[in-house]
């Protein structure tokens, strides 16, 4: 099921799910409002996609922020690795800082 946020002429948003009807072809497909899924069946439906949507932006998240921290720890890791650069006068040093910064 496919969800959408569609805006509204008075500002408002309505959040919508795109329905298959089963038997149909996908061109009998349709955008119901949650008010318009809370008969029969379909609520149960929607309530374990919109559990499985949360999880996975939450997934997504936890991801982005895992990301962001690693790249903070490699920037933090080769700054100190030009710092040592910087107070030593051995070359050999510089080389291996090139070769890890390539890798």
């Given at each position: 099921?496919?969800?959408?946020?569609?805006?509204?002429?008075?500002?408002?948003?309505?959040?919508e799910f795109l329905v298959r009807w089963t038997g149909y072809s996908n061109a009998r497909?349709?955008?119901?409002?949650?008010?318009?899924?809370?008969?029969?069946?379909?609520?149960?439906?929607?309530?374990?996609?919109?559990r499985l949507r949360l999880y996975r932006e939450g997934q997504a998240r936890e991801k982005?922020?895992?990301?962001?921290?690693?790249?903070?720890?490699?920037?933090?890791?080769?700054?100190?690795?030009?710092?040592?650069?910087?107070?030593?006068?051995?070359?050999?040093?510089?080389?291996?800082?090139?070769?890890?910064?390539?890798?």
């Open positions: 099921m496919t969800r959408r946020v569609k805006p509204t002429r008075g500002g408002k948003e309505v959040e497909d349709s955008w119901k409002s949650r008010e318009s899924l809370n008969y029969g069946g379909e609520l149960g439906q929607l309530a374990e996609i919109e982005a922020l895992l990301d962001a921290r690693n790249q903070r720890k490699q920037k933090r890791e080769q700054a100190k690795a030009l710092a040592l650069l910087e107070t030593s006068d051995d070359l050999d040093l510089l080389d291996l800082l090139d070769a890890h910064v390539c890798l």
